[in-house]
């Protein structure tokens, strides 16, 4: 059997690419609209994208029975809690250290898949969990973080907590497959109801905590949003889910975590975020975590 294509590489960059730009971006347009806000519009253009595509390529938009409510509680972990709470964070963190703590998701998941989902310790895995918590540690440090601003840490912690509940989502959803032999729902069908549960979730909270907030409705803002519905979510979820049909998911996901490297360099060359020894040396340790987890067996 052949292996994947070039179509295939150059369709993982693509993600890579819009995924990694989509962070400075999200900046930009937070000047503009509040972060909760931002989420229930992304999450409903997503939607409404999604279900246009379901026209075209045929998928229903309701789940299986018995895996509505699943699916609905992965949704909320992995998509709005990720999204909602990276949002909030990334007000007051430069977005690429905000990719980049995002992306420890890996460290949390070895302690969850443990726990819940009866993985087991390897060697790989551990270590690799300890060169990313070694990174977010050098994050932390005094000379890259100011503690006596309440805002910083709470935006740094927000972002810990944005991977923390993306790991809690990813272990559920295995551990919920793993139980059953498989989800029976169509991918295309769990991302729909997914975003649109997390639409759901988010607007009640939008409302309650950002109702006295104005929109500036600038030509930026309307391309950000433009760009998420389009492209980082409906053409990127294509491409990935095209990537999974020819090569296995943990070689695309080791391509994948090039997308906090990218945010970091595409913020520092149009941004002006500082690229420091301390920052390097921490996106070095979790960059070499993250690979090393994903390599594990």
Known sequence: MSGPGAAVYAQLAGIVLFWGANWPLMKLALSDIGPLTFCLLRFAGAAAVLALLSRVLRFPLVPQRGERWPLALVGLLQIAGMLDLSSI??????????????????????PLGVLL?????????????????AGVLIFFNPALLDWSDPAVLTGNGLLLACALSWALGATVYRRRGQRHGGWRTPFWTQTFWQIAVSALATAPLALAAEHARPIHWTPALGGVLAFNWVIATGLCFWWWAKSLTAMPAAQAGQIICLVPVTALLLSAVFMGEPL?????AAVALIGAGILTTMRAR
């Open 276 to 280: 420091t020894i301390g920052v390097l």
């Open 89 to 110: 964070g990334l007000r007051v963190v430069p977005p690429g250290r905000a990719a980049v703590l995002a992306y420890t998701m890996q460290m949390w998941a070895l």
């Open 117 to 133: 989902a009866g993985e087991r310790f390897t060697r790989g895995r551990v270590i690799g969990a300890f060169l990313t918590f």
